[in-house]
Nanobody, 122 residues
């Protein structure tokens, strides 16, 4: 089982990126999925999550800028990030939940992708 995160890169403030998380090895259509991020010297923090039924949840500070969707036919989730700020710079990780719902708690996930770097310049 593998989660492959992609789509990161360097963008100027105000720009947009779309991250993808493609799963292989099994289907995750019945699992919640989540995105976390970790900036240098900081703890990993919850970014967004999506349930099996596509209900989405976002960190309060990100509401209105990020959207999350899933395509079960492609076993892929997408994190659309708009109006990016320098403080959004981090490695972004996708993860598959142990249940049908996402969680703010990283321990609620049992599969993790390798991370993709997002750098936002001012």
């Amino acid at each position: 089982v593998q989660l492959q995160a992609s789509g990161g890169g360097l963008v100027t403030a105000g720009g947009s990126l779309r991250l993808s998380c493609a799963a292989s090895g099994r289907t995750f259509r019945n699992n919640g999925m989540g995105w976390f991020r970790q900036a240098p010297g900081k703890e990993r923090e919850f970014v967004a999550g999506i349930s099996w039924s596509s209900t989405t949840y976002f960190a309060d500070s990100l509401k209105g800028r990020f959207t999350l969707s899933r395509d079960n036919a492609k076993n892929t989730v997408y994190l659309q990030m708009n109006s990016l700020k320098p403080e959004d710079t981090a490695v972004y990780y996708c993860a598959a939940s142990r249940t049908s719902y996402s969680s703010h708690d990283p321990t609620g996930y049992n599969y993790w992708g390798q991370g993709t770097q997002v750098t936002v310049s001012s």
